[in-house]
Nanobody, 125 residues
Framework: QVQLVESGGGLVQPGGSLNLSCVASGSIFSIDNLGWYRQAPEKQRELVATITSSGSTNYADSVKGRFTISRDNGQSTVILQMHNLKPEDTAVYYC???????????????????WGQGTQVTVSS
């Protein structure tokens, strides 16, 4: 069983900061990509930021310069640092992992995609 558990959401005023954390646990052989996505009411889920196992990052244009994605703890934790938050950043934020589940097959372990349960971020005065 594999789980992604997010934490760190909440209510913040415009211009404020929040850090989101997501921890992957379970029968994991290796984790390829980790990322954050968000979904605002009545909108489609969209990419916020991703990070590969080698540390390469990708950001949505709307968050460049304000958000920073990183990973640590043997690369099973992904963190999203959010600064200068705007009301339009309000959404449910989801962690996503592309990983090899451990069936004892080494590099031949199959890859799967997993999502966290989501954490609410509300930016409002």
């Amino acid at each position: 069983q594999v789980q992604l558990v997010e934490s760190g959401g909440g209510l913040v005023q415009p211009g404020g900061s929040l850090n989101l954390s997501c921890v992957a646990s379970g029968s994991i052989f290796s984790i390829d990509n980790l990322g954050w996505y968000r979904q605002a009411p009545e909108k489609q889920r969209e990419l916020v930021a991703t990070i590969t196992s080698s540390g390469s990052t990708n950001y949505a244009d709307s968050v460049k310069g304000r958000f920073t994605i990183s990973r640590d703890n043997g690369q099973s934790t992904v963190i999203l640092q959010m600064h200068n938050l705007k009301p339009e950043d309000t959404a449910v934020y989801y962690c996503k992992a592309v990983l090899q589940k451990d069936y004892g097959l080494g590099s031949r372990n199959p890859r799967f995609q997993y999502w966290g349960q989501g954490t609410q971020v509300t930016v409002s005065s």
